[in-house]
């Protein structure tokens, strides 16, 4: 059985809830992040803070994904926000202009100061994966 190469984990805080997502997106590993992000808005979160801290791949499929979902998210009246972007997600963002819809970055502003970046919220609950491998 081969190794799921990604996983998600999920914590809930009222409206809010932060996605970690660990491994590798990319057009296989899509449809769970879509999957995650989807069931945050159904079960009424509005404010969904992404750690990409333990990502170690992600491609424009994945780029893709985020912003279907900060559409999805802004429709709703919430806020959707990538946090710590591994450097090839991040040089998409910059390439593709969207870093003020992502990462909470004022319009035109490439990438935040090392070591500016916003800190994920309420990072120090324990992780137990939600979803992991392929959803089809």
């Known amino acids: 059985m081969p190794i799921p190469q990604l996983t998600v984990y999920r914590h809930d805080r009222r409206k809010r809830a932060l996605i970690t997502l660990s491994g590798e997106i990319d057009l296989e590993s899509t449809p769970l992040v879509r999957t995650a992000l989807e069931w945050c808005l159904g079960d009424g979160i509005r404010t969904i803070d992404v750690d990409l801290t333990p990502v170690t791949f992600c491609d424009c499929s994945g780029l893709n ?72």
Do not use: E, N, Y
Not at 103 to 109: A, C, D, K, Q
């Open 65 to 136: 994904a985020f912003l279907h979902a900060s559409r999805q998210t802004t429709l709703t009246g919430g806020i959707l926000q990538l946090h710590h972007p591994p450097p090839m997600l991040a040089k998409l963002v910059d390439l593709a202009g969207c870093a003020f819809l992502l990462l909470g970055l004022p319009f035109g502003h490439l990438s935040p100061p090392l070591g500016d970046a916003p800190a994920a919220p309420h990072r120090h609950v324990p992780m137990v994966p939600v979803l992991s491998g392929d959803v089809r």
